[in-house]
């Protein structure tokens, strides 16, 4: 199989969960700060209270981490 044909971990969840809305931040709250959570990151790595005030804190942050840890690939 050709490498190009294989899923990225983010294709594999969009086609098996499409209801989720994977590319929107999820706004999350611990004691120690808030934060915009990744909806990829978490299924990956999940997350613990005391990293959530290391998240993104604004918009434009969340879509900056979009953009560089999961970058739609143009599949032609
Ligand atoms: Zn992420």
Do not use: D, N
């Not at 294989?6 to 809305?21: G, H, M, T, W």
């Amino acid at each position: 199989m050709e490498r190009s044909m294989v899923p990225s971990f983010e294709e594999a969840l969009e086609r098996a969960y499409p209801k989720i809305e994977w590319r929107l931040p999820i706004r999350m709250a611990a004691p120690q700060g808030t934060g915009l959570g990744c909806r990829f990151c978490i299924a990956r790595y999940g997350i613990k209270a005391h990293e959530i005030p290391a998240l993104p804190q604004t918009i434009a942050e969340f879509h900056a981490h979009m953009k560089t840890f999961h970058p739609i690939r143009a599949s032609l």
